[in-house]
């Protein structure tokens, strides 16, 4: 069974880091690109960052360039976004996304505040 769980949000203070976790079964990470996107209260979903599969290329969102960090255990079949240096405006649903099968997580509340 196809599943992506996203984990690892809460809240946080500006300037802090917090670490996404996107666990991932139903296939092997090996194959698939999968993607962080973001949701705002009143605002569109939006692109974050993705990471490939087969090689590990990586793309991020200009937004969270130099903040943001993703990876992937494949051991563990599981997706990181490692988020520094975090802003108020970071503050949203974030979602993890399987490209190939367009699949969604449930994602995960980050709220960013002091």
């Known amino acids: 069974q196809l599943q992506l769980v996203e984990s690892g949000g809460g809240l946080a203070q500006p300037g802090g880091s917090l670490r996404l976790s996107c666990a991932v079964s139903g296939f092997s990470l090996g194959y698939y690109v999968i993607g962080w996107f973001r949701q705002a209260p009143g605002k569109e979903r939006e692109g974050v960052s993705c990471i490939s599969g087969s090689d590990g290329t990586t793309h991020y969102a200009d937004s969270v360039k130099g903040r943001f960090t993703i990876s992937r255990d494949s051991a563990r079949n599981t997706v990181y976004l490692q988020m520094n240096s975090l802003k108020p405006e970071d503050t949203a649903v974030y979602y993890c996304?399987?490209?190939?099968?367009?699949?969604w997580g449930r994602g995960t509340q980050v709220t960013v505040s002091s």
């Open positions: 996304h399987s490209k190939s099968q367009d699949y």
